[in-house]
């Protein structure tokens, strides 16, 4: 009974390096999303997927990409880390079967650029 | 376009009095409406839904929102406050034209002292 699982929990990068978060969920979720929340931010999406093969970006893609070749994998890859992407990031995900579509979120990434 | 707020970046109240965090939405569609609680360091923990019907819903934790479409209100309630409520709290809302998405209020932070 996983859920939603995200690798690593903590991360320090240096400017232009790149990096993937993992996340992966075995609840058979069609939708994923990808989170970052920053103080007073709430949280932003990023991209999410409604499904295999088929993502879009949310209110803050920038510098960032992601792609979903499974139904339990959606990968967040940072192309080349800058200070602004410090931050903490949630994967979540979601199916019309749990009613309203309501997301369950991994216990997050939380980022460090230096 | 779909739209959250919370008015109050901060509630505070005593233990064994009534709590209230307040939302406001904007959606283009019906709405379908979420309050998730994030303890420090952990991710989001989902505490109930509105997605049609009685518009009193009851959730984990004793805690109930009331979802009023005139005032396109969702505001979070609990008769009495205990100290272990005391977290970060965020609304969400998507409409029938979103899916695979949510959108988050920025959180109020809520602090409940003995």
């Known amino acids: 009974n996983a859920g939603v699982t995200q690798t690593p929990k903590f991360q320090v990068l240096k400017t232009g390096q790149s990096m993937t978060l993992q996340c992966a969920q075995d609840m058979n979720h069609e939708y994923m999303s990808w989170y970052r929340q920053d103080p007073g931010m709430g949280l932003r999406l990023i991209h999410y997927?409604?499904?295999?093969?088929?993502?879009d970006q949310g209110e803050v893609p920038n510098g960032y990409n992601v792609s979903r070749s499974t139904t339990e994998d959606f990968p967040l890859r940072l192309l080349s880390a800058a200070p602004s992407q410090t931050s903490v990031y949630f994967c979540a995900s979601s199916s019309p079967r749990t009613g309203g579509y309501g997301y369950t979120f991994g216990s997050g990434t939380r980022l460090t650029v230096v | 376009a779909q739209s959250v707020a919370q008015p109050e970046d901060q509630v505070n109240v005593a233990e064994g009095n009534p709590l209230t965090v307040k939302c406001t939405y904007s959606v283009s569609g019906n709405p379908y409406l979420f309050w998730y609680v994030q303890y420090p360091n952990r991710g989001l923990q989902f505490l109930l839904k509105?997605?049609?019907?009685?518009?009193l819903v009851k959730g984990s934790y004793g805690f109930e929102a009331e979802f009023n479409k005139s005032q396109t209100s969702f505001h979070l309630k609990k008769p009495s406050a205990l100290v272990s409520d005391s977290a970060l709290y965020f609304c969400?809302?998507?409409?029938?034209?979103?899916?695979?998405?949510?959108?988050f209020g920025r959180g109020t932070q809520l602090t409940v002292w003995p």
């Open positions: 969400a809302v998507r409409d029938d034209s979103t899916l695979g998405r949510l959108y």
């Open positions: 997927s409604v499904g295999a093969g088929i993502t």
């Open positions: 509105y997605i049609t019907g009685d518009n």
